[in-house]
């Protein structure tokens, strides 16, 4: 019954140094990003113009490297996110968007942008709570739905949940004052990071950094907590309390970005699976590759939202796009190697 | 085989270090501001704006740009110091053309970011809103002035027409503007002063388009123009008796209309039907002849030239003009409403006679009850 | 002599507070180093009683013992350098390596935030070994056979370096080969001084490889001793509520349903 091993042995050493490799990538990326744009022309910003011309100093130094830095933090985010709640849930067809988290983060950031003053702790506190709640109605939901399976249940109930959430998002958005300060309701389901500044990205820092931490140090450990509740104590491990600090920190660390970039989607559902693909299942090389996929997605995305037109094209309408694409590639190749 | 190298546990850290020291210390590599600004103003969001010179490339963006440029090309000059326009709604390729050969060349923009905004290198954007928005915070982290005109009421177009002038180093140019407004809406006030509250018309101002085939009427807010045009003109809006849950248009239905029972109702018809047709439609259909109003021939189109009269577009003083005298026709009798279109065109864009009859008068159906 | 690996005294359990007990005072004793087979009819309490004697249950009353002390004494931590886990079935939803596989059993011995070193691995590769496993080691763990997966996670088990082995129904679901495997290994670890318990339904599996048996029926223990004493007729015919008939084969005995 024994086949042979299908990976060769080193496959673990290969891994390590892919994720190095697209570690690279990332740094390479975000150098490139900050010196393209519209300004002065299409596309390509000659470094030497940082130097003579003030506007264009001011726009890369003011306006583009905090977008980076925010596409930075929200691909890590999504992407790490998606690959804790993926084996927390021990479903791989879940993402932040599809379990009510990032729909419930867009929900609290407009209510307390409306209704209860807009400071940015406000904000910030309001949309990880609802997040929170989101998250936990999908959770009860699937467990009190009656037919499927477990996998089923819990897109089905994330999917109500999320609906939900946007609906009244769209609501408050419909209610609030015009004159108010409150972004387009396209702005909270299509995301875009056009509107970043220093201020936002210093917001983020605090909560996003520590979380993406705390994750980076659990990943062996979500290893442990992906198997049955039965085994993971068996094993020493508290698994309803080990799951839900690793979940709150990725879902904590959702709301901050959601706030300030509004919901972009699918980014957290296909960067795991392909960070699967390449360094493995092990979540010590998955979570911290799904991260680097993360930001290196999205970084790739909002060059093109801000670059490749005359205007901004919403950040969630590439994610989705490309995202959609791979996840038809996904499915489709799975199919074709025949597996069970 | 190998555990995660420990070279991850030295270089991520220093990595995330780096980032956090980035965060805090580049803000402080940009530039400094200037020294002390000549022109100053406070703008329609409250905020005070200031420019060393008057600017010499304006970009007009945000939301109904046009209404903007029919205010910007009041003032001579607008033309030469205009060099980008964002598109959004209604163009303004309709109305600005005829006042403007060149205006072909400015540069178009859709749904722009800061940075294609600073493409452009403007010294100066415009936008409509009460509010700064992200656009506008993010035009401000690179130095781009950006002011709002307001538009919404006379008062904050009377601010803004201010505003423009000092902007522009055209003071004269905005007092001959305001008080050609001042003197009209004076003029339209003292003509129905007099009428008890009890006899003033009630008024009902109502949107009609159709949407997927089905005709949706709806009401203005309380604070919007449509509203105070009414008003000013001696009418009495019925639709503000009942609270509107939204501060945007608010759809009422037929009952709604018939509890209201105005005296008179305008129409505003959305631009791509013909109102004559609405007119007759309406007046046949027998859930809407049941309304005293329609009975009686009170029902009216709201006329429009290139664009609409019931808008924060400057066109709100012919709007205004119109009401009155269909409102109180007894006291406007000497009111020419054609006479105030040729002269609105004249005085205020400089257009001649046979321009404005064969580009504005030509689609201005007055009579179209 | 030293205290038994595992010991109930008089444990009583019911799922619902007031509500039937699953298990009503249940005594007996497991020796260190042996290897016990707890069989019972489906429904007879076997699972209850794996999993108060993992700790993943308290009992109503009465006390669990692991090594001769009261099992709420231990931390939890503690308790799984004790008492490890081998699953029935164990559905993986991501492709883990057997090798990965195996090393999670290091999880008790590692902190929160802790990864494995190099020792770790060795232990794994070395458990690998033990059950047979070395040329699969990169294999995906969901794409094994059933027999195989049972031995991943029995290899699992011995990374945990845990004394005392539970295992349910370690071979229901396993083809005739395949149990032998399975069987050949939990053996031999007897052998090596581990204690083992399993629960079955089969009473030929406690006879190929149980040195005691423990019987149960609706949550009552009939007998517990030795397996030649237990593996009888009458008390074998009481627990199914069905004749069967014991034989002797090779010297260990058979059971045989009646026809």
Redesign the interface.
């Given at each position: 019954m024994s086949a042979e091993a299908r990976p060769r042995p080193g496959e673990e050493r290969r891994a390590t140094a892919r994720l190095w490799a697209i570690a690279s990538v990332l740094l390479a990326g975000a150098l490139v990003s900050a010196a393209i744009g519209r300004y002065p022309g299409p596309f390509l910003t000659p470094p030497a113009a940082l130097f003579h011309d003030e506007l264009a100093r001011n726009l890369i130094l003011n306006l583009r490297v905090p977008r980076i830095i925010a596409a930075l933090l929200l691909g890590a985010t999504l992407g790490g996110a998606g690959a804790v709640l993926q084996m927390v849930f021990r479903n791989p067809l879940v993402d932040s968007g599809f379990l009510g988290v990032s729909p419930g983060a867009a929900f609290g950031a407009s209510l307390a942008i409306v209704f209860l003053g807009g400071a940015p702790a406000t904000v910030q506190g309001s949309a990880a709570a609802f997040a929170l709640l989101g998250m936990a109605a999908s959770y009860l939901i699937a467990q009190r739905i009656r037919f499927g399976d477990w996998v089923l249940r819990l897109v089905l109930a994330g999917i109500i949940v999320s609906a939900t959430l946007s609906s009244a998002t769209g609501a408050v958005k419909y209610l609030a004052d015009p004159l108010r300060q409150l972004p387009d309701i396209t702005f909270w389901m299509l995301g875009g990071l056009w509107a970043i500044t220093w201020r936002d990205v210093l917001h983020m820092l605090p909560v996003v950094l520590p979380c993406l931490v705390v994750l980076y140090l659990m990943r062996w450990r979500l290893n442990v907590l992906s198997l049955r509740d039965e085994t993971a104590f068996s094993l020493g491990v508290a698994p309803g309390r080990e799951r839900l600090v690793i979940v709150i920190a990725a879902v904590a660390a959702t709301a901050a970005v959601v706030s300030k970039a509004g919901q972009v989607g699918w980014v957290g559902l296909i960067v795991p699976h392909i960070a699967r693909r390449l360094v493995g299942s092990d979540a010590r090389r998955a979570l911290p590759a799904s991260m680097l996929l993360g930001t290196l997605f999205v970084l790739a995305c909002d060059d093109v939202a801000r670059t490749l037109l005359n205007g901004e094209i919403p950040l969630g309408l590439l994610t989705s796009f490309v995202g959609a694409l791979f996840f038809l590639g996904l499915v489709l190749r799975r199919q074709a190697v025949g597996r069970s | 085989m190998s555990p995660s190298p420990n070279i991850s546990r030295v270089v991520l850290p220093a990595l995330l270090a780096a980032l956090v020291a980035l965060a805090g210390t580049v803000p402080a590599l940009a530039s400094p501001a200037k020294s002390a600004p000549a022109i100053r103003v406070t703008d329609a969001s409250g905020r005070t704006v200031e420019l060393e010179r008057p600017p010499r490339r304006i970009v007009v963006a945000g939301r109904g740009p046009y209404m903007v440029l029919d205010l910007l090309y009041m003032f001579p000059g607008a033309s030469r110091r205009l060099v980008g326009v964002e598109k959004k709604g209604q163009a303004a390729s309709d109305f600005v053309p005829l006042v403007d050969p060149t205006f072909a060349e400015k540069a178009v923009l859709q749904s722009p970011g800061p940075e294609q905004i600073a493409a452009l290198h403007p010294d100066l954007v415009l936008a409509r809103g009460a509010v700064l928005e992200a656009t506008g915070i993010a035009l401000g982290e690179i130095r781009v002035p950006i002011v709002y005109l307001g538009l919404e009421t006379p008062e904050q177009f009377y601010r803004d027409v201010a505003n423009l002038g000092v902007l522009l180093g055209q003071p004269g140019r905005a007092r001959e503007i305001a008080s050609y407004y001042r003197s009209r809406v004076a003029r339209i006030r003292a003509g129905w002063q007099g009428v008890r509250e009890a006899d003033r018309p009630r008024v009902l101002l109502v949107e009609y388009a159709e949407r997927g085939g089905a005709a949706a009427v709806r009401v203005p807010a309380r604070p919007w123009m449509q509203t105070l045009e009414v008003e000013t003109a001696g009418g009495r809006p019925v639709w503000l008796d009942s609270a509107a849950p939204t501060s945007g248009w608010t759809v009422a239905n037929l009952e709604q209309i018939a509890r209201w029972d105005p005296d008179q109702i305008i129409l505003v018809v959305w631009y791509t039907l013909d109102p004559a047709k609405v007119l007759a439609t309406l007046e046949a259909d027998p859930q809407w002849r049941a309304l005293r109003a329609v009975r009686t021939g009170a029902l009216h189109a709201l006329p429009s030239d290139i664009y609409g009269w019931d808008t924060p577009d400057p066109r709100w003083l012919l709007g205004m003009t119109w009401m009155a005298k269909t409102l109180h026709p007894e006291r406007f009798r000497d009111l020419d409403v054609a006479a105030e279109v040729r002269s609105f065109f004249a005085t205020l864009y400089g257009m001649d006679e046979s321009a404005i009859t064969r580009d504005i008068l030509s689609k201005v159906r007055l009579d179209v009850r | 002599m030293s205290a038994p690996a595992l010991a109930f005294r008089g444990v009583s359990f019911a799922y619902a507070p007031g509500g039937p007990d699953v298990l009503s005072d249940v005594s007996l004793e497991v020796a260190t180093g042996s290897i016990t087979a707890v069989l019972g009819a489906n429904g007879s309490g076997k699972t209850t009683l794996l999993?108060l004697l993992?700790?993943?249950l308290a009992p109503t009353s009465g006390t669990v013992e692991v090594e001769g002390r009261p099992q709420h004494g231990y931390s939890?931590?503690d308790?799984?350098?004790r008492?490890?886990?081998v699953?029935q079935s164990?559905?993986?939803?991501?492709?883990?390596?057997v090798l990965?596989f195996a090393l999670?059993?290091r999880?008790?011995h590692?902190g929160?935030?802790?990864?494995?070193?190099?020792a770790d691995?060795a232990l794994a590769l070395e458990a690998l070994e033990r059950v047979g496993?070395t040329?699969?080691?990169?294999?995906?763990v969901p794409?094994l056979?059933g027999?195989?997966a049972q031995l991943a996670t029995i290899a699992r088990a011995l990374v945990?370096q845990s004394a005392i082995l539970?295992s349910d129904e370690p071979t229901s679901h396993l083809d005739p080969a395949?149990t032998r495997r399975v069987l050949e290994v939990l053996r031999r670890l007897g052998r090596e001084g581990r204690t083992v318990v399993f629960t079955t339904h089969d009473p030929n599996l406690a006879a190929a490889i149980a040195d005691q048996v423990v019987l149960l029926r609706d949550g009552c223990v009939l007998a517990a001793a030795r397996t030649a004493e237990v593996l009888t007729t009458e008390r074998l015919s009481a627990t199914y509520g069905m004749e069967v008939e014991v034989v002797q084969l090779r010297g260990r005995p058979l059971v045989v349903p009646h026809s």
């Open positions: - | - | 999993r993992l700790g993943l939890r931590r308790l799984s350098q008492v490890g886990l699953p164990e559905p993986v939803a991501f492709e883990l390596s990965e999670l059993g999880a008790p590692l929160l935030l802790a990864l494995p070193g190099a691995h496993l040329a699969l080691k990169h294999r995906a794409t056979s027999g195989e945990q539970l395949n």
